[in-house]
């Protein structure tokens, strides 16, 4: 299939040229963002959307300014996660204002332009069927208008959380050129890392950007009863082996973790000295010393 640089006609429509005004439009959203980082694994539900909220949040509490782009537009759940999916988008001539958490940090979500629970995101064409060929050029594109019509103000940090699947990122790159790193999150079992894997590669390999590191996400339960740490998954090779990657920390299974995200609080904040806040500081740190330190 043609992608809309080689059609030999456009119909008339000027899709170049909407698409070039798109690009330009991001790359000024982008001039006073600091650093993006995108949040990504090759496996669904290790936990990159959990991850991205309270890694927004850690950022926040330690005094920047963040934002948050929820790039999974047909699964969007960080306006849940991060407690503000009944915020109103506000609309003014220079853009859309993103969404305020209590603590401050910024989200775009699609979830946010659904008007029902239940409405799944459907792309217009004759059928849905005809719909299907379109739908990755159609995503592409609704993650530009994302991040080019959201009025972000100036930035530290503008987290990009990544739907499953490895073909995401040249999706990301080809928007946001200078992305200042890469998380990429992994469960231990050895079926995640497998096509965690993969993910690393299309990063550092294919596309050459910088991998910041990778997080064990449920890697261990603490029983709360004795402070035990017992195993989840039958871990395959050691993770500094298996991804040749710097590890940012790893992160127990907690189940009120998922009780914070389902409910949108803000678990670092209501369980500061539990396990799992402390990971998810200290991945916090070492994403903010990674950036720190690239040019
Ligand atoms: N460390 C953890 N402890 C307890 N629950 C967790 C933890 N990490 C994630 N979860 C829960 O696991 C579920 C899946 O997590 P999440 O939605 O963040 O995964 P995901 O990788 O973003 O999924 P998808 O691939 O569908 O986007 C959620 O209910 C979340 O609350
Ligand atoms: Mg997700």
Redesign the pocket.
Known sequence: MKSYKELPSDAGSNIIGQVTAQVNRVQKRLASVKHTVAIM?G???????????NLAAALTLKGNTVGVVDA?IN?P?LAK?MGVRNATLGYTPAGVKPAVTALGTKLISMDLLLAEDDAPVLWNAHTQKDAFTWRSTMEVSALREFIADTEWGSLDYLLL????GTERLPNVVELVPDLGGVVV?TIPSEVSQLIVKKSVTMAKDVLNIPIIGVVE???FYVCQHCGEEEPLFSAGEALDTAFQQVILGS????????????DGTLYLDEYPDAP?SKALMQVAEKVQAFLKKSP
């Open positions: 694994s496996k669904g539900g290790v936990g990159k959307s959990s991850l991205t909220a999974d699964g759940t996660m959380d990544l739907p499953p999150v996400n449920m890697a992160v127990p299974f907690d189940p009120r973790l998922a009780r914070s995200g389902d799992a």
